[in-house]
């Protein structure tokens, strides 16, 4: 948001001066000096759509976090512009040029949705974070899963990840699972597909692969998108090792608690908080120096202790390493996994909940804005849209005043009152729209709110100018 380069007048005047011309702005002034928000990634791309993350959502200062985009939450110029293969998607920094690597699991244009993860190297807890996501180049290739941008890059961080409940890794040690049982992946997850486990005889088994399974006595994170259908056999979520005292990783539910069973020692409940039938996002950390075994529900701490053994390296020594079933064929999972992953090291507290508001609600966790054009934020770089959803947005409240504005006041209207061109509140100062039609962003209001949906939108241009 940055008005600064407006022009050399002072603060105050720019002030007085937008708002006088904004006051009497029922037409186009098209030929505002006024700026773009950052720079252009590179003029082979066409479009870009703002991502923030809110600020309200993150404690402390994440590092290394893979933010989630649902893609469905992206505006339809996104998907009517977006490449089927996607290989024209790139995304920056909030300078609108530094890169940050990316995996494109899933799009499907055809229901305009699809699942995108990105790196963010550091997320702030202060002010809002932002990002870039470009798209629009017929000629652009795409990313391979090793390039400095690729899918591996935004898991440096994990030794196993998988979208899909366990048959293929993202991570570049591409431990892909074998099925068992008849397995397979495909079933509606959290975020796209999991894996429905039947309880009789799936599994996926995974390799033995001291890259992917956090082995010795190391920091540790496991994580899974799970749902319990039944509880009777003790369901596991994970088992690997050998038959000896600490070699064992064994991951159960036992009567709503989630229960770190290692071989012979004791074992480490949480409190007994998980659910039959829903969703819900377990966590598991343990810390090599304090020995602590930390759990975690839906982002919460649930509990945990301190374990009072030692853990040894081994995998694939004895036992085969697998996801739903115990390596020995019992305590089958009845339900479903999605999102599941491992690292060797400890995730902190504040990312644990972040990722859970993240992957649980993607559109509260951040905030997309309008698809821009090329260049700087004059008026031919809104995307029109079609006539009959301009006509829908006019029908659907009562008679509109239309004032135009620009890219950083709409963004900043769709952050603090709502996402997307469709804002609606129940708090009469709230009831408006935004949208873009000639080229032009504007908001949409009724009449008689037309005075307090002024001050509002003068309000926040007098914020936007003391930013600048
Ligand atoms: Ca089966
Ligand atoms: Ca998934």
Not at 92 to 99: N, R, V
Not at 262 to 274: G, K, L, M, N, R
Not at 289 to 302: H, I, Q, T, W
Not at 346 to 373: K, R
């Amino acid at each position: 948001m940055h008005i600064s380069s407006l022009s050399s007048l002072t603060p105050k005047i720019n002030k007085t001066l937008f708002f006088l011309t904004f006051l009497a702005s029922f037409f186009i002034f098209a030929n505002s000096t006024y700026a773009a928000g950052e720079a252009w990634y590179d003029s082979s791309w066409s479009n870009r759509v703002q991502i923030a993350i809110d600020a309200d959502n993150i404690d402390g200062t994440l590092v290394d976090f893979p933010v989630y985009v649902d893609l469905s939450d992206l505006p339809s110029g996104f998907h009517n512009t977006v490449r089927t293969s996607g290989c024209d998607i790139r995304m920056t920094q909030a300078d609108g040029q530094t890169e940050v690597p990316f995996e494109l699991v899933a799009q499907d244009g055809a229901n305009n949705s699809g699942e995108l993860f990105f790196l963010a190297s550091n997320v702030s807890g202060i002010n809002d974070t932002d990002f870039y996501l470009y798209f629009g180049n017929a000629s652009s290739s795409c990313y391979v899963a090793d390039e400095v941008y690729g899918s591996q890059a935004v898991w440096s961080q994990y030794s196993y990840v998988s979208h899909d409940g366990g048959a293929t890794d993202s991570t570049e040690f591409g431990s892909n699972g074998i099925a068992v049982g008849g397995i397979s992946s495909g079933d509606a997850g959290v975020m796209g597909i999991g894996t429905s486990f039947d309880g009789v005889d799936d599994e996926w088994d995974l390799p033995a692969s001291t890259e992917t399974f956090p082995v010795g006595d190391i920091d540790r994170t496991y994580q899974f998108w799970t749902k319990f259908n039944s509880t009777n056999s003790k369901p596991v979520l994970l088992e690997y090792g050998g038959a000896s005292s600490g070699q064992l990783v064994r991951l159960e539910l036992s009567e709503g608690s989630m229960v770190w069973r290692p071989y012979t020692y004791t074992d480490i409940e949480s409190d007994p908080v998980y659910t039959m039938g829903d969703f819900q996002l377990v966590t598991v950390t343990y810390n090599s120096l304090s020995k602590e075994v930390s759990f975690y529900r839906n982002g919460a701490d649930v509990g945990g202790g301190v374990f009072d053994g030692k853990l040894y390296a081994t995998v694939g020594k004895y036992y085969s390493q697998q996801l739903g079933a115990r390596v020995v064929g019992t305590n089958r999972l009845d339900g479903l996994l999605d999102e599941v992953r491992f690292k060797k090291n400890i995730t902190s507290a504040d990312q644990i909940l972040a990722e859970f508001v993240n992957q649980n609600s993607a559109s509260t966790f951040y905030t997309v804005g309008v698809v821009v054009g090329t260049g700087t934020a004059t008026t031919s770089n809104f995307v029109s849209l079609a006539d009959d959803v301009i006509d829908e947005i006019e029908n659907s409240i009562e008679y509109l005043s239309v004032l135009p504005v620009y890219e950083d006041l709409m963004a900043k209207i769709t952050k603090t009152y709502g996402k997307g061109r469709l804002v609606k509140s129940d708090r009469k100062l709230a009831k408006f729209k935004t949208f873009v039609t000639d080229g032009l962003g504007k908001i949409l209001f009724s009449n008689s709110e037309r005075q307090e949906i002024k001050s509002i939108i003068k309000d926040m241009q007098d914020i936007l100018l003391d930013e600048g």
